[in-house]
């Protein structure tokens, strides 16, 4: 059942069967035909090991199978299954080049719904599909020879152009690669990732990436005494620029990557969230035409700069990864990236929510920093996205920002007055 399930899904989702090539110096992305694409699936018999040589058992096979992905060649996905006296564990591995946060949530709900068929011998059929990528990429091409993109050039000059703290180091390394990384994990309990997800919002119509990255902004400025903060920020990239293309069910690594300078000059915590926000919402398209100016014009101008910290707000998972008969595995599920590829980031933080919990890790160079150095930090950040839980939940009205009008151009303070001078004829 998940060997036709799979295979299923390879035929219905087109970027499941991309291959890459090397053509007179270009990469080229190809789509491989349904009848030249069958599934890699292998059944594991691990009955009699004990729950430690299971671990050990299970890091070696899934090490094996993330690294036997073949860009050149296919398959991108490939599956095993794992049989233990504790029942059965099923690894999915996908490369990254093919998939993104949303296509996981595409791919699972799939999954769930076809194994369900194939359960009950029907034949399995999906959803319907959306457009392409490859329409998609045809599309971008076009897009970013258009008047709307080239207005950003200016504001992404600016940003490029912006002086930013340095994040202190405990060494210094000449290269930053996989192997030498290492990571720290904190966590909120229950009740506060359950108010992180709703009242949290209220007092300012906040979305979540404004308060997580309040809480780092504050914990940066603390650490280096500086009030311009630069982060790399992910999006999911599938903004709604491209009229009549709809890609809500396409299966294709879309992610945007883009730096904001977060100004943390205010010191109250109402006047941090509100910058904090403001300055997320004047971001263009969410941030999605930085790189398509960068890598398909020549209006960006410099080369832009790559920031010393990258942020990623991965979204909730619970609910995709728990189903009526199957839910996350507490086995390692490979190493996702070679040893040796290089990494960008002296600390790259990914957050999510893992069961109930709001868990942000926090990778690291070890010949740059001590673990103590970015556990304190960690420690930090959790003290101030609990102040600014505690903060937000307390505050009975309700204040407004500039981004919550059609006055884009409008100031804070501006706005303080005009609300003062209502607040004054109302009496």
């Not at 709001?358 to 003290?383: I, P």
Request: proline share 2%; hydrophobic share 35%; with cysteine.
């Amino acid at each position: 059942r998940v060997e036709k399930t799979l295979q299923a899904l390879i035929e219905h989702h087109d970027a499941l069967r991309m291959v890459y090539r090397e053509e007179n110096g270009d990469i080229i992305q190809a789509y491989k035909r349904i009848d030249e694409c069958e599934v890699s699936f292998e059944i594991v018999d691990l009955y009699g090991s004990d729950e430690d040589m299971l671990k050990s058992q299970i890091k070696v096979l899934a090490d094996s199978l993330q690294s036997s992905l073949d860009l050149q060649n296919g398959p991108l996905l490939k599956g095993e299954l794992y049989r233990t006296e504790a029942g059965d564990h099923l690894l999915i591995a996908v490369h990254h080049l093919v998939v993104d946060g949303v296509s996981w949530r595409i791919l699972l709900e799939d999954f769930a719904s076809g194994y369900v068929q194939a359960e009950k011998e029907e034949q399995i059929v999906f959803p319907q599909k959306t457009n392409s990528f490859k329409d998609w990429a045809e599309e971008l091409s076009a897009f970013s020879q258009s008047a709307h993109l080239l207005q950003q050039a200016e504001y992404w000059a600016q940003i490029d152009a912006e002086e930013v703290s340095a994040v202190p180091k405990d060494d210094e390394t000449e290269e930053r690669i996989v192997k030498h990384t290492s990571s720290v994990i904190c966590e909120l309990n229950e009740e506060d990732t359950k108010h992180l997800l709703t009242d949290v919002h209220q007092p300012y119509g906040t979305e979540i990436n404004d308060i997580l990255l309040s809480a780092l902004g504050l914990t940066m400025k603390q650490w280096t005494d500086g009030v311009k903060i630069g982060i790399n920020l992910e999006g999911h990239g599938r903004e709604d620029i491209i009229p009549n293309v709809n890609i809500s069910r396409t299966v294709g690594w879309f992610t945007a990557q883009y730096p904001v300078v977060l100004d943390m000059s205010e010191t109250d915590v109402s006047a941090v969230i509100k910058a904090v926000k403001e300055n997320l919402r004047r971001v263009p398209d969410k941030g999605v035409g930085y790189g398509i100016l960068r890598y398909f014009t020549e209006q960006a101008g410099a080369q832009g700069f790559t920031p010393e910290i990258s942020f990623n707000y991965l979204g909730q998972f619970d609910s995709e990864v728990k189903t009526d008969f199957f839910e996350p595995s507490a086995f390692d599920m490979g190493r996702q990236v070679s040893e040796e590829s290089e990494a960008l980031y002296a600390l790259s933080f990914s957050g999510m929510i893992r069961n109930g919990r709001f868990v942000l890790s926090c990778s690291y160079n070890e010949k740059e920093y001590e673990r103590a150095t970015v556990e304190a930090q960690m420690e930090r950040f959790k003290e101030n996205l609990l102040l600014i839980i505690r903060h937000c939940t307390e505050k009975e009205d309700k204040e407004f920002t500039p981004s919550d009008f059609s006055a884009g151009d409008l100031e804070m303070d501006e706005m303080g007055d005009i609300f003062d001078m209502l607040e004054e004829n109302l009496k």
